[in-house]
């Protein structure tokens, strides 16, 4: 047994009961091990909840820098950090809940050791905004603002994206890239929009 099997168990049964509805019995059931085996790898239900949020947010930092590190225009990199993002939470769902919807769960010693990696996840959002406000490209009188609308809208999509629906999380990033890339665009006729 690994401790990435245990992680994966338990986000799958956070995801389905939330957090404070699952017992370190659940986790132990669902890995097959005896509860005392368990703490042999964890030391508590906190501490697996923070290195689920940990996990996630260390994929989604990776692909954000990947996106960042590309030779492309703030539109593209844009699009493609919308893609990647919906990809990473759509097709790792588990993850995804536990990230979005459990991190409150958290006690404060714990919240403590979580938000630097979460507020450097939203910085990479704004970095990547403020390039394009930069370029004159987009038009943003706020980038904290900007960041948290367009994580805001992406995050909200795990409470109603279902797999079986017509489109698929490439396509729905593509749908989402283009409003927010077509509503921070600054207009060819110099437009500047009133702030």
Sequence with gaps: MTRDEILDAAAQIFRQKGYHATSMQDIANAVKLQKASLYYHVNSKQEILLMIL????????ARMQEVMAMPLSPEEK??????????????????????LLEYRSLEPEFRQRHIPRRDHYEHLWRELLNEGKNQRIFHVSDIALAARFLLGVMNWTITWYREDGRLSPEELAKECANLFVLGLKVRENGDQRKN
């Design 54 to 61: 940990d996990r996630a947010l260390d994929i989604l930092i």
């Design 78 to 99: 844009l699009r493609r950090a919308m893609i990647a993002y919906f990809q990473i939470m759509l097709e790792q769902r588990d993850l995804a809940s536990v990230l």
